[in-house]
C-alpha cells in the first residue's frame, strides 16, 4: 500500500514537472512570436531609408551570427558530431525561409505570401503524422485549421490575390523551410535515450546562422549596399529613428532572441504544437504595425486576430500525443491500426 502510494507520488510529481515545463515552454514561444512578429516594424522603416529587403536581410543574419561567434566557439565539437544539422538548420531555418519570402514577395501581394508562409504548422503536423508516424490530437489539428483560418482574415488574403505560379511556389518553399525550422529544432529533444549527447540548441542556432549568412551573402551581394544609410535616420510614423537602433532591434531582438526561445520553445513543447503558437506572429506584427507605423486594422483582422489566439490556445493546450497503444481512440487523429 505504501509502495503504491509512493508510486503515485512519483507520478505526480512528474506530472507537476512535465506541466511546469510546458508552460515555460508555452512562454518560450510566446516571446520566440513577438520577437519575430516585431521584425517587420523595424525592416520597413529601414527599407523605406533606401536599403534593399534582401540587404536588411542579409544585416540581420549576418549581425546574429557575429553576435553568436562566441557560442559557435564553445560548441565547435557540433560541427564534427552534427554537421547536418547544422548545414540543415542553415540552409532552411535560416536562408531558406527568408529568401524564399522575399522573392515571393516581389512577385505576389504580402498577404498572400505570409498565409502560404503560415501553412507551415498544417505541413508540420502532416510530417509528424505520416513523416514521423506519430499520433496527432485532435486538439492541434483543429488548433491548426482555426490558426490558418484566423490568418487569412488577419492578412486580408482576399484583398489582393494575383495569380502567379512562381511566386506562389516560392512561397511555399518558404513554408516548407519554416517546416524544416520547427522539425531540425526538435532534433535532440530525445537524443539521450538512444545514447547520443543531446546538441545544444544555442550551439545549433550559431551555426545555422554561420552557415545562412554565408549563403545569404551570395544571394543578397552586399558589396553593393549603400552603407551612409545606417549612419542616418529612419522615418517611423513620423518619428525619426536612429537606423542603427532599428538594426540592433533587427539583430538582437528579431533574431538572436526570437531564434534562441523559439528552438528551445519547439523541445519544451513539440515542433505541432510551437508551429501553431508561431502563427500569433503575424497578429503580433498587424498589432505592432498598427501602434508603431499607423496602419489600421480593419474588423476582419481583429476578428482574425482573435480566431488566431484561439487556435494556439487550443494547440497548446493539448497534451502530447501518447504511443498508439496507450493513445485512446477518441482523441487522436489515426486509426483503430497501427499508424501509417
Same mark, same amino acid.
Request: proline share 5%.
Given at each position: 500500500?505504501?509502495?503504491? $502510494?509512493?508510486?503515485q ?25 513577438? =520577437? ?11 527599407? /523605406? ?32 558530431e552534427r554537421?547536418?544539422?547544422?548545414? @540543415? ?7 531558406g ?19 502560404? /508562409? ?5 505541413l ?28 487569412a ?10 495569380f ?22 526538435? $532534433?535532440?529533444?530525445? =537524443? @539521450?535515450?538512444?545514447g ?23 544571394? =543578397? ?32 531582438? =528579431? ?32 498589432v ?10 480593419s ?42
Amino acid at each position: 500500500m505504501h509502495g503504491s $502510494q509512493g508510486s503515485q507520488g512519483s507520478t505526480g510529481a512528474q506530472e507537476s514537472r512535465r506541466s511546469a515545463g510546458r508552460g515555460f515552454g508555452l512562454g518560450l514561444a510566446l516571446v520566440s512570436a513577438l =520577437a519575430f512578429g516585431g521584425s517587420g516594424v523595424a525592416a520597413k522603416p529601414l527599407i /523605406e531609408a533606401g536599403l534593399d529587403s534582401l540587404h536588411v536581410v542579409w544585416l540581420r543574419v549576418a549581425g546574429a551570427a557575429l553576435v553568436m561567434l562566441p557560442v559557435a566557439w564553445r560548441n565547435r565539437a557540433l560541427v564534427r558530431e552534427r554537421p547536418l544539422l547544422l548545414a @540543415g538548420f542553415g540552409l532552411l531555418a535560416v536562408a531558406g525561409v527568408q529568401a524564399c519570402y522575399f522573392a515571393a514577395l516581389s512577385r505576389i501581394p504580402v498577404g498572400v505570401a505570409l498565409l502560404i /508562409e503560415y501553412l507551415a504548422p498544417a505541413l508540420v503536423l502532416g510530417w509528424v503524422r505520416f513523416v514521423q508516424r506519430k499520433p496527432v490530437t485532435r486538439a492541434a489539428a483543429l488548433g491548426v485549421v482555426l490558426a490558418v483560418d484566423g490568418l487569412a482574415c488577419v492578412v486580408e488574403v482576399w484583398s489582393g490575390l494575383s495569380f502567379d505560379v512562381l511566386g506562389l511556389l516560392l512561397a511555399l518553399g518558404a513554408a516548407c523551410c519554416q517546416v524544416g525550422y520547427f522539425v531540425l529544432s526538435d $532534433q535532440g529533444s530525445d =537524443a @539521450g535515450e538512444d545514447g547520443r549527447s543531446v546538441p545544444d540548441p544555442l550551439g545549433v542556432i550559431a551555426y545555422g546562422l554561420l552557415v545562412g549568412a554565408a549563403l545569404l551573402t551570395v544571394i =543578397a551581394r552586399p558589396w553593393g549596399m549603400d552603407w551612409s544609410v545606417l549612419a542616418g535616420s529612419a522615418d517611423m510614423n513620423g518619428t525619426a529613428v536612429p537606423a542603427w537602433l532599428l538594426l540592433c532591434w533587427i539583430v538582437l531582438l =528579431a533574431t538572436v532572441v526570437a531564434y534562441v526561445t523559439g528552438v528551445v520553445s519547439v523541445r519544451r513543447l513539440s515542433p505541432q504544437v510551437a508551429g501553431v503558437v508561431a502563427c500569433l506572429e503575424a497578429v503580433i506584427a498587424t498589432v505592432l504595425a498598427w501602434i508603431m507605423l499607423g496602419e489600421h486594422l480593419s474588423a476582419p483582422q481583429l476578428f482574425g486576430g482573435a480566431v488566431v489566439l484561439v487556435g494556439a490556445f487550443i494547440a497548446q493546450s493539448s497534451k502530447t500525443a501518447a504511443p498508439p497503444a496507450a493513445v485512446e481512440p477518441e482523441t487522436v487523429l489515426s486509426s483503430s491500426k497501427s499508424p501509417v
